[in-house]
């Protein structure tokens, strides 16, 4: 990533106008229960809140991002969110204030991720083929991915980037990740705060054999 474009996350974390969502991702949420237990990897995390739903879930995690303002805000979150589950009032208190997250400032088109170190992986909006091999190398035996990013689509979208350079094609990233276990991939047209979206949504584990085990039932994705 270009120094102009690590200055334009900055800049746009920096402005009070822009927001982000606090919930974790719909594929997280969907099955952040059924994750094996050890150590996290959020890419990508932006304000941190899918990093902060994995630690709350247990995990230790380390969480990366290029933008230094996107991981200030991330840290307030992280002191609010420890402050409310331990003190119930979000009262100021003594001791520590944080959950067991390591906040990562780097470029991820340049990261030297860790050989066979997370149980589970979280990817939410880095359109990172190029990096994709390293990062499920980064997966440990049996750990799982979980993967969601916007699409190119043939009808109107309004939410994403403004160029399809930056989103997948059709059955891009399912084809990316063949030599892992695929426990559920979708790709379909979203609704999100009255805009229109074409989201994909994968979800797969380090895993080979003939005989897997797999999720009881499809969990909405909503």
């Known amino acids: ?122 990817v939410s909006y880095y359109h990172g083929l190029d990096r994709l091999t390293d990062i499920k190398r980064a997966l440990k035996p049996g750990g799982m991915l979980l993967y969601e990013h916007h699409l190119r689509s043939a009808d109107p979208v309004e939410s994403g980037p403004s160029t399809d350079r930056f989103r997948f094609g059709s059955n891009e990233l399912l084809r990316a990740c063949l030599d892992l276990t695929i426990l559920r991939y979708e790709e379909r047209t979203t609704e999100r705060d009255g805009r229109t979206g074409a989201r994909v949504y994968l979800l797969a584990r380090r895993s080979s054999g003939p005989a897997q085990t797999y999720p009881r039932e499809p969990t909405p994705i909503e």
Request: hydrophobic residues 30%; charged residues 35%.
């Open 1 to 122: 990533m270009t120094r102009s474009e690590r200055e334009r996350w900055d800049e746009r974390y920096r402005t009070e106008e822009f927001e982000p969502s606090t919930s974790p991702s719909p594929l997280l949420r969907a099955y952040i229960d059924t994750l094996p237990s050890g150590r996290a990897l959020d890419v990508a995390t932006g304000t941190g809140r899918n990093a902060l739903a994995l630690a709350e879930n247990g995990h230790a995690v380390d969480a990366i991002d290029i933008s230094g303002e996107a991981l200030k805000r991330a840290r307030e979150h992280e002191r609010e969110r420890y402050r409310e589950r331990e003190h119930g009032d979000g009262s100021e208190q003594s001791g520590e204030d944080s959950l067991a997250i390591e906040w990562v400032r780097a470029d991820i088109d340049e990261y030297d991720f860790s050989e066979s170190t997370y149980a589970a992986i979280n």
